[in-house]
C-alpha cells in the first residue's frame, strides 16, 4: 500500500486542513502502518515544538518607520492650489455672469439700453446678452459644461470683437458701449481656461485608473 497519501493527509490534520480522503480511512491506515504511525507522531511532536517556541525578539520600528514619512504626502500642495485656482475661475466667472445678466436685463425688459436701436433689436440683444450670462453661470456652477460650452461662446466673442472694432473706426458706435463687450470677453477667457484645466488634467487621470497595483 503507497504511504504517501496517508502522510499528506497526517501533515494535513496538523495543519486543520481538508485530508483529501475519508478520516476513518486514515484512523485505519495508521492503526495498521507502524511506520506511518510513527512518522504521524514525529509530524505532531515538530508541529507542537514550532508552535510553543517563544518568538524571538524583534526592536519596534514604528517610530523610525514613522518618523521617515515625508510631512506633507507628493502632490498634496500642489492638488490644494489647483483646487484653489479653480475656485478662484469659478468665482470671476459667477460674478461676469451676474455682471452680464445686469447690463442684458435694461434692454430686455424695457427695450432701451445705451445705443439707439428699435425698441425689438434691443430686446434681441438683451435676449443674447441674457444668454450668454446664463452660459457663463452655468459653467461656474458646473465646470464640466465648459468645453461645450466654447465653441458658441468663442464664436460669439470673436465676431462680436471684430464688428465692434470695425464699427469703433468708422465711429458707429461710442467707445463706453464698446467697452462694455469686455466683461463678456473675460467671460469667454474665463471659461476657455476652465475648459483648458479639465483637459490637462484628464490624461493624467486615465493613466492613474490604468496603473495595477503589484
Do not use: I, K
Not at 30 to 47: I, K, R
Not at 88 to 99: E, K, P, S, T
Not at 183 to 199: D, E, I, K, M, S
Amino acid at each position: 500500500m503507497q504511504c504517501a497519501p496517508f502522510r499528506e493527509a497526517v501533515s494535513a490534520r496538523l495543519d486543520g486542513e481538508p485530508l483529501g480522503m475519508p478520516a476513518a480511512d486514515l484512523d485505519r491506515h495508521l492503526a495498521g502502518c507502524p511506520a506511518c504511525a510513527g512518522w504521524a507522531d514525529a509530524a505532531g511532536a515538530v508541529t507542537r515544538r514550532a508552535r510553543l517556541v517563544a518568538a524571538p525578539d524583534v526592536p519596534d520600528l514604528t517610530a523610525a518607520v514613522l518618523g521617515a514619512l515625508p510631512r506633507q504626502l507628493p502632490g498634496v500642495a500642489a492638488a490644494a492650489r489647483s483646487r484653489l485656482v479653480q475656485s478662484a475661475l469659478r468665482l470671476a466667472l459667477l460674478a461676469v455672469g451676474v455682471a452680464q445678466a445686469g447690463v442684458a436685463w435694461p434692454a430686455l425688459t424695457g427695450g432701451t439700453a445705451a445705443m439707439s436701436a428699435p425698441v425689438h433689436v434691443a430686446h434681441e440683444t438683451g435676449a443674447w446678452n441674457l444668454a450668454v450670462a446664463a452660459a457663463f453661470l452655468a459653467v461656474a456652477a458646473a465646470p464640466r459644461l465648459a468645453a461645450g460650452a466654447l465653441p458658441f461662446l468663442v464664436t460669439f466673442g470673436v465676431l462680436l470683437t471684430v464688428v465692434t472694432v470695425r464699427d469703433l473706426r468708422a465711429g458707429h458706435v461710442h467707445a463706453d458701449r464698446a467697452g462694455a463687450h469686455l466683461l463678456l470677453l473675460a467671460g469667454v477667457v474665463l471659461v476657455a481656461v476652465l475648459a483648458w484645466r479639465r483637459r490637462s488634467r484628464r490624461p493624467a487621470a486615465v493613466v492613474a485608473r490604468g496603473r495595477v497595483t503589484a
